[in-house]
């Protein structure tokens, strides 16, 4: 008789883990199924070069919910996430600017450009932060229903405004327009020189398919502000072995629990029965039953391709289909033979163990954001960029470094059609390099090995719809009771027993598990199996 299973979860990128570890926590039968060879989705480790450990895709961690680090109990599992502690954004002209962890140093890096800015820049750290300790709480709750009159949807309502009236007016007045302005003008009420306000205005655009000056994005910059590393807030990092290893640590704890965990298991579509999800077809034509079945993939893939329109209503297969994916950005992995070195700040320092960010001034962004507008990768993107083997030595063989730059912009529709990315692929590898070669000549020659992905590789080798990397934009009316649908933000789906766990559900992209968490927690709420 073929094995049944309490749940059968979607795709093992590390939202379907933890949903999987907290399920199998609770004594239920859990099968995983991922269609690569390799755990962890878009936050894996894979060796493509010989001694070079590359982050393939998620390359930093913040928002990994520290409840989830001690519920599945994660470093006995091997996570050990060690600190990214300063920003660097080198210039072709002086020094650069670097912010570094010391606050005075900091301070005199920014008056080197604006003496008022660098008086005002604690000031709004610590603006920022509060908005941050005010919002983070949601990140961590299930989205109350707004048009529920129970007394639980209620309370949590009521909740939510009593936190948002402890902000004081001149919170609140400040959380709005970070709800609605664009980076750019939210950061101008504070900032005269666009050297801090370039960098500092990148986080707003990270992953969406707008420009620093486009309203909604200090929204983005805020989301990027919670940042928690150990109890220490605003606190970036990197996972030891590399990002894949925080995936192998949840998929770990979740076999310690019972879990069953299978790769190279491609799903082909869900398995339907009287109406309800009641297991899946696997691509070999094979079928596994369950109880109910949990998606980590994202809503396009999971709705509109393994469920099928015509099983769903038609007015939610609408929403699905306005809900925008919109991939935006690449991504260029290097191996290099030594450490580059920046004309602006040479020489072994701090200033390379943190992020680097090639965003010389606020125009510069915005043209990068023009080209993508018209359906070209950018000429002069901005780049992101870490060098993890300087703080992991384990990445690379010794002396040799392993380099990871995140692009922006990379859109996924080309004016010649996504399937033009092939033949332009190389092109646009040449262009990341050629623009931070400018920073830091000799980098071309230091080459080894060099792995190009474009939104369109994003989404062929990943399963990411139109290589977007957060399931979907962190749009205001995509988020929250919003996400991904109105009326189903609570992992439910109108497929009875289908529940959805991944970073298209609230509360979003970035490696932080919290939906895979919070769609275990609902389901074992509701007995769902």
Sequence with gaps: MATSYDCIIIGGGHNGLVCAAYLAKAGRKVLVLESRHVLGGAAVTEEIYPGFKYSVCSYVVSLLRPQLIRDLELPRHGLEILPL?????????GR??????DVEKTRREIAAFAPEDAEIYPYFSKAMMQMARAVKPIIDIEPPDPTSFSPTQLGQLMSLGKRFRGMGQEGLVRLVKMMTMSAVDFLSEWFTSEQLMAPMSCSGI???YLGVRSPGTAYVLLHHYMGEIDGAFRAWGFSKGGTGQISLAIASAARGYGAEIRTEARVAQLLLKGGEARGVVLQDGSELHARCVVSSVDPHLTFLKLVGADQLPGEFVDAVRRYRMRGSSGKVNLALDRLPVFTCRPGDGLHLKGDIAIAPNLTYLERAYDDAKYGAYSRRPYLNVVIPSLTDPSVAPPGKHVMSIFVQYAPYHLKEGPEAWPDQREAFGDTVVDTLAEYCP?????ILHRQVLTPWDLEKEFGLTEGNIFHGELSLEQLFFLRPVPGWARYRTPIRKLWM???????????????????????LKERAL
């Design 206 to 208: 990270i992953g969406t």
């Design 442 to 446: 000799g980098l071309k020659e230091s």
């Design 85 to 93: 502690e300063c920003s660097f954004t080198p210039q072709l002209e």
């Design 96 to 101: 650069g600017l670097v912010r570094w962890p």
């Design 501 to 523: 766990c991944g970073s298209g559900t609230h509360p979003g992209g970035g490696v932080m598990g919290a939906p895979g968490m919070l769609a275990a927690q609902r389901m």
